[in-house]
């Protein structure tokens, strides 16, 4: 079974899918391993990485990081396509580019990457023929089941939440009409907001947790709402900057690795081999 298809019976199946965001093949693995169904791929994560901002990842080095953990690990993959790398004519490359990367599905995004003061939306005729075209893309390329999830980010472009919750609900049920999979808000703060979307949103919905602005909503109080998709865009990054500070840290102010040994979040060797172990 094509991993889209794999990603299609899990989004379908009435269960909250939990997809951690891997920044390169080794935290796919590790998620993977903790007996996660699916993987998404964070274009932040994957540029910070590289020490890069966000809108200097290029679409070859994005597809190649993303075709890495595809070969990594054995469950779908979804890509962060960003806006497409370009309009609707470009779409189809970007399409078929992922597509021979192996992933299961894709992000595609409204927001004008890298505009100046701030946040700003493509036109959303524009951004409703970039998902047509994707959709259309999808099929040529053998894989109509691709899974598109469809992010705005009307909630943080616009000057206040109501104008901005107003223009997300808007704007995704365009979007899930032009054939994408998942209507993706992004800047979600609080539940109340999300069960608005959940009621006004014509299907299913994706929301980021574990984000600066929203520690405090759980994944439990998404999954009660009934959010199909939870991703976790930031958590391993961040998470693995804070251990190795922590370690080195503590090697310049002990000069040894007691606190490491001691400590209950040491990796060990072993642990490293069965991570590099082919799946």
Same mark, same amino acid.
């Given at each position: 079974?094509?991993?889209?298809?794999?990603?299609?019976?899990?989004? *379908?199946?009435?269960?909250?899918?939990?997809?951690?965001? $891997? +920044?390169? =093949?080794?935290?796919?693995?590790?998620?993977?391993?903790?007996?996660?169904?699916?993987?998404?791929?964070?274009?932040?994560?994957?540029?910070?990485?590289?020490?890069?901002?966000?809108?200097?990842?290029?679409?070859?080095?994005?597809?190649?990081?993303?075709?890495?953990?595809?070969?990594?690990? *054995?469950? =779908?993959?979804?890509?962060?396509?960003?806006?497409?790398?370009?309009?609707? %004519?470009?779409?189809?490359?970007?399409? &078929?580019?992922?597509?021979?990367?192996?992933?299961?599905?894709?992000?595609?995004?409204?927001?004008?990457?890298?505009?100046?003061?701030?946040?700003?939306?493509? =036109?959303?005729?524009? $951004?409703?023929?970039?998902?047509?075209?994707? &959709?259309?893309?999808?099929?040529?390329?053998?894989?109509?089941?691709?899974?598109?999830?469809?992010?705005?980010?009307?909630?943080?472009?616009?000057?206040?939440?109501? !104008?901005?919750?107003?223009?997300?609900?808007?704007?995704?049920?365009?979007?899930?009409?032009?054939?994408?999979?998942?209507?993706?808000?992004?800047?979600?703060?609080?539940? !109340?907001?999300? &069960?608005?979307?959940?009621?006004?949103? %014509?299907?299913?919905? *994706?929301?980021? $947790?574990?984000? =600066?602005?929203?520690?405090?909503?759980?994944?439990?109080?998404?999954? !009660?709402?009934?959010?199909?998709?939870?991703?976790?865009?930031?958590?391993?990054?961040?998470?693995?900057?804070?251990?190795?500070?922590? *370690?080195?840290?503590?090697?310049?102010?002990?000069?040894? +690795?007691?606190?490491?040994?001691?400590?209950?979040?040491?990796?060990?060797?072993?642990?490293?081999? &069965?991570?590099?172990?082919?799946?």
């Amino acid at each position: 079974m094509r991993a889209s298809m794999i990603l299609k019976e899990l989004l *379908s199946s009435g269960e909250t899918v939990v997809m951690p965001d $891997a +920044f390169d =093949p080794l935290s796919a693995r590790i998620i993977e391993r903790m007996g996660f169904k699916a993987v998404q791929c964070s274009g932040f994560s994957i540029a910070a990485a590289q020490v890069m901002a966000e809108p200097a990842l290029s679409r070859d080095c994005n597809v190649a990081i993303t075709a890495a953990i595809v070969q990594a690990i *054995s469950i =779908p993959v979804m890509a962060d396509g960003e806006d497409g790398f370009g309009d609707e %004519h470009a779409i189809p490359e970007t399409i &078929r580019a992922y597509i021979k990367a192996g992933v299961a599905g894709i992000n595609i995004e409204d927001q004008v990457l890298g505009a100046p003061g701030g946040k700003q939306l493509v =036109p959303m005729d524009v $951004a409703v023929g970039t998902l047509y075209a994707a &959709r259309k893309a999808a099929a040529d390329a053998g894989v109509p089941d691709l899974i598109i999830n469809a992010r705005t980010d009307a909630l943080m472009a616009n000057p206040t939440p109501e !104008e901005g919750l107003a223009g997300a609900i808007v704007r995704t049920n365009a979007y899930l009409q032009a054939g994408a999979d998942l209507a993706f808000i992004i800047g979600v703060s609080d539940l !109340e907001q999300v &069960r608005l979307l959940v009621r006004e949103i %014509h299907g299913p919905i *994706s929301i980021a $947790a574990g984000m =600066p602005n929203n520690m405090g909503l759980s994944v439990a109080q998404l999954r !009660e709402a009934g959010v199909a998709r939870v991703s976790l865009p930031s958590l391993l990054l961040f998470s693995a900057l804070q251990a190795m500070q922590r *370690s080195l840290e503590s090697v310049q102010r002990t000069g040894g +690795f007691e606190e490491i040994v001691a400590g209950e979040w040491t990796c060990g060797m072993g642990d490293i081999m &069965r991570l590099l172990a082919p799946t």
